[in-house]
């Protein structure tokens, strides 16, 4: 232990108060390692987020300065080519601003200083005027839908503005990675002092290897490194951190070919 093998364990196998010091120490020695083996994970995860944050800029970067270049350069230009290198330039700039402000506002959401604006809502109300927004979107999408939220009052503290941001983005990856003729269900019940929020659809799914880490930054559905068709890959990490914020949790039961559920509890007041 004294040369930084924190793995290493005393055993005396003694009843005794050496035996009760052989117990500190290796109960020592395991929170070591632990604090040990976090702190380098934290600095894996930093220098990858660094990573994934320089790729997913570059790409439309790139693009921005090769067709301004071409733009600038090509003499001979016409009216219909520059109004297409123009609208290359928007869209990818577009792509990266979308990143940008992904990235300040979850980096927001991480600071210990920022506060949610809760107030009280009525939450099965809120549910069915939200879910009502997005009936055109899954209408032009060809989706079928279900809501099932009862006619009831369930009070819950929440910053509306932020749950929105929720649903937006579970609205937009399901419409973004499913084919028409997909079926979504929201449901809304109450479990002891919980609310519990169910956002099911029957498309696609996600392979199972990759579920498990979808809530980290730039995790993607589509498996593939692609800013133009995969969003920021921040969206589902902004949509946790969201309700981590209202003292709740949200989980995603899925495989490949077999839909998403994402389960959302959140205390009730």
Do not use: W
């Amino acid at each position: 232990m004294k040369d930084g093998d924190y793995s290493s364990r005393v055993n005396l196998n003694l009843k005794n108060e050496f035996g009760e010091l052989e117990s500190i120490f290796n109960e020592m020695a395991q929170q070591i390692e632990q604090e040990i083996f976090l702190r380098k994970q934290s600095e894996e995860n930093r220098k990858n987020l660094i990573l994934d944050i320089s790729h997913d800029l570059k790409n439309p970067l790139t693009s921005m300065i090769g067709y301004a270049e071409l733009a600038f350069n090509k003499t001979d230009i016409s009216k219909e080519e520059y109004h297409n290198y123009m609208k290359v330039i928007y869209e990818n700039g577009l792509r990266a601003n979308s990143l940008i402000s992904d990235l300040f506002e979850l980096s927001k959401m991480e600071s210990s200083e920022y506060a949610m604006n809760k107030t009280k809502l009525e939450l099965c109300e809120y549910m069915r005027e939200k879910m009502g927004d997005f009936i055109s979107t899954l209408d032009k999408s060809g989706f079928i839908y279900d809501f099932d939220i009862p006619e009831k009052e369930i009070a819950a503290a929440i910053d509306e503005k932020q749950m929105d941001r929720v649903f937006q983005n579970l609205v937009a990856n399901t419409v973004q990675y499913n084919t028409k003729g997909t079926k979504v269900t929201v449901s809304l019940l109450e479990q002891g002092e919980d609310v519990i929020i169910i956002f099911k659809d029957n498309g696609i799914g996600i392979p199972a290897e990759l579920a498990k880490d979808i809530f980290n930054p730039f995790v993607r559905a589509d498996r593939a490194r692609n800013s133009q068709t995969g969003g920021t890959g921040l969206g589902l990490a902004i949509v946790e951190k969201i309700i981590a914020l209202h003292g709740g949790s949200i989980s995603l039961k899925t495989d490949e070919n077999c839909g998403c559920e994402f389960i959302i509890v959140i205390p009730k007041i």
